[in-house]
């Protein structure tokens, strides 16, 4: 049975559960760069210019590059206490600031410094983009933001996730550490990039945690999940979930970066040959680590469309994803301005693309009869959190 779309009429204050989800990545953040600055030019139509993302999710996820986006949407900025970035400012900042992140190398041996580089260390030593974070985010606190983040990260000493979550700050004051050092680890991609130490001391300087953080891509490159199981345990802890936690409750726009999928580079046959270099490095890419991400975003994807379905409430679940991406644009590195252009054109032609849901049964996103482009769908849930927004406030003015 299809279910009927949302509309005004059908909320009820404080209701909702709004969630904001953004893939890793690298450079094709610029993809979902573009996705946001429409969806704030929505709001803003509808609410006003001061408006801002943060203002309509009641918690943003993000890895890696999402998390990244995450923390420009929701770092204060100490003059005013409002988000240090506009939607609109994200897409500008990438192509300033990626060729310096990721800088290419030209000429007949670049080929033969970066198999080196893979061999030896990580690709880029990251003091640019290090920098660049600890500029943009200065001393932020994870309890410091304006709504809620869940930015995961991978720990390499316990060989287990380390989820960095507000909801978790109480019961866990060892997480409440500088949002820069929480951004350097979740983007740490191996290969890419270097890992990333550092230490929570308490208020003598004593050392009470360390953490030894990759990418949160090894673990979450999709962390919709991840920001949904948050709110739960959080509602379970608080003691808000009464007879169930209703999941029905849950607004979710997950946006990921765009994939090659349909690019097909692979095949049994080819990498059936390969030994644990090629895996690592092949005409530029990292194939192992391709796959490890495709995976998981591809599984979180399946497991919400599932949920979403049974619950007859797949129209409170926006999946936003381009699986045709070739050649460069479907890299994580390649920084050159053509590349980086293309990507912005990349997320300009996904707006106006039809929107899809991924066929549960063979993986491939289809068109859906029913539901017009990527714009309009944004358009609708922009006018959803809207009066989700405007409900909250009177609820919060009356209690």
Not at 300 to 316: G, K
């Amino acid at each position: 049975m299809a279910s009927t779309p949302i509309s005004y009429q059908d909320i009820k204050p404080v209701n909702f559960i709004t969630v904001l989800s953004i893939d890793g990545g690298g450079v094709r953040g610029i993809i979902p760069g573009v996705i946001l600055d429409y969806l704030e030019s929505q709001l803003q139509a509808i609410d006003g210019e001061h408006v801002r993302i943060a203002d309509y999710f009641d918690v943003i996820a993000g890895t890696s590059t999402g998390g990244l986006i995450t923390a420009m949407l929701a770092t204060p900025n100490p003059k005013d206490n409002r988000p240090l970035m506009a939607a609109k400012e994200i897409v500008p900042f990438y192509l300033k600031n990626l060729p310096f992140i990721f800088p290419q190398k030209s000429g007949i041996f670049a080929s033969l410094i970066n198999i080196t580089k893979a061999l030896t260390g990580a690709k880029y030593n990251g003091e640019y983009l290090h920098k660049l974070i600890r500029d943009l985010t200065e001393d932020t606190l994870l309890s410091q933001t304006l709504t809620n983040v869940v930015i995961p990260s991978f720990d390499v000493e316990k060989l287990q996730p380390t989820i960095f979550s507000s909801y978790q700050i109480d019961a866990e004051p060892n997480l409440d550490v500088p949002l820069a050092d929480i951004c350097i680890a979740t983007s740490a991609a191996p290969t890419y990039l270097p890992a990333h130490y550092f230490e929570k001391k308490d208020e003598q300087g004593k050392v009470v945690k360390e953490y030894n953080l990759i990418d949160g891509g090894v673990c979450a490159n999709n962390p919709t999940m991840v920001a949904i199981r948050e709110v739960t345990k959080d509602m379970i802890r608080l003691g808000k979930s009464g007879n169930g936690i209703g999941y029905d409750r849950f607004i979710v726009i997950s946006i990921g970066t765009g994939s090659n999928k349909s690019e097909k580079k692979y095949n049994a046959k080819m990498v059936a040959k390969w030994g644990a270099l090629t895996w690592l490095f092949n005409a530029g890419a990292t194939p192992i680590i391709d796959c490890f991400n495709e995976a998981s975003t591809d599984m979180v994807d399946y497991h919400n469309s599932v949920l979403f379905t049974a619950l007859q409430s797949q129209d409170n679940y926006l999946r936003i994803q381009d699986d045709t991406l070739q050649g460069d644009v479907a890299s994580v590195d390649v920084s050159t301005k053509e590349n980086l252009n293309n990507l912005v054109k990349a997320g300009e032609n996904l707006l106006k693309k039809k929107f899809t849901r991924v066929n549960l049964d063979t993986g491939v996103f289809e068109t859906v009869p029913d539901k017009g482009t990527i714009e309009e769908e944004l358009t609708r849930f922009a006018k959803l959190l809207s009066c989700i927004r405007k409900e909250k406030i009177a609820k919060s003015k009356s209690s």
